[in-house]
């Protein structure tokens, strides 16, 4: 079974800090990525990485950014964290390579308050 | 712009009926598509797939069906049990190209015991 690990369910941070969601997966999957899910939104990609030290944006970067150094640690980074960045944070893998198909695996997410 | 849509925010079914759960996508690169089932304060947790080379796809009480003309898929859960009760969230992806996963807004379903 593929295990997606968060390293906090809940956070509670000040408005100006910088902080640092970390995942990591045991899967040996290329892909990782970052959403949020906020309430009537859905879940949003705010990053993804394809390959160690490869990253893209997703369709809401801003105020972000991403580390790969290894290939089973995907860290999301805010780098002056903003109550508008209050919501739940989750991780995913997957194999999915071009001519494959393969499910995404998330994580049990990190619910970031910022105060 | 967004690529899918899950228009119904929330659905109530009784224990035993079928719950069917719709989403929409506008993209014609997707061809890839599953559905997700969320527990509150947990991550969610993968249910089905289909690919589009297939209209239909079966595991156990749930079934996907997809109409690649309409740009439509659906989730049946027959029978409906109380534990199914959590937001449904649709995804879908293009197995050549980008490695993103799109996902809808999600309905929340409720089976009445």
């Known amino acids: 079974d593929v295990k997606v690990t968060q390293s906090s369910r809940y956070l509670v941070k000040r408005t100006g800090e910088k902080v640092f969601l970390e995942c990591v997966q045991d899967?040996?999957?290329?892909?990782m990525f970052w959403y949020r899910q906020d309430p009537g939104l859905g879940l949003r990609l705010i990053y993804f990485?394809?390959?160690?030290?490869?990253?893209e944006k997703g369709d809401i970067p801003e105020g972000y950014s991403v580390s790969r150094e290894k290939k089973e640690r995907f860290s999301l980074i805010l780098e002056s964290a903003s109550t508008n960045q209050t919501s739940m944070y989750l991780c995913?893998?997957?194999?999915?390579?071009?001519?494959?198909?393969?499910?995404?695996?998330f994580g049990n997410g990190t619910r970031l308050t910022v105060t | 712009d967004q690529q899918v849509k899950q228009n119904s925010p929330s659905l109530s079914v009784q224990e035993g009926r079928i719950s069917i759960l719709n989403c929409d996508y506008t993209?014609?690169?997707?061809?890839?598509f599953l559905w997700y089932k969320k527990y509150p304060a947990e991550g969610p947790t993968f249910l089905i797939s289909?690919?589009?080379?297939?209209d239909k796809n079966e595991d156990g009480r749930f079934t996907v069906f997809l109409n690649k003309s309409a740009k439509h898929l659906s989730l049946h859960i027959v029978p409906s049990q109380p534990g199914d009760s959590a937001v449904y969230f649709c995804?879908?992806?293009?197995?050549?190209?980008?490695?993103?996963?799109?996902f809808g807004t999600g309905t929340r379903l409720k089976v009445l015991a």
């Open positions: 995913a893998s997957s194999l999915h390579r071009d001519g494959t198909n393969s499910p995404l695996h």
């Open positions: 899967m040996d999957h290329e892909n």
């Open positions: 990485s394809y390959d160690v030290k490869m990253k």
């Open positions: 993209n014609s690169m997707f061809d890839y």
């Open positions: 289909i690919s589009s080379i297939k």
């Open positions: 995804a879908a992806s293009a197995t050549s190209g980008t490695y993103k996963y799109i």
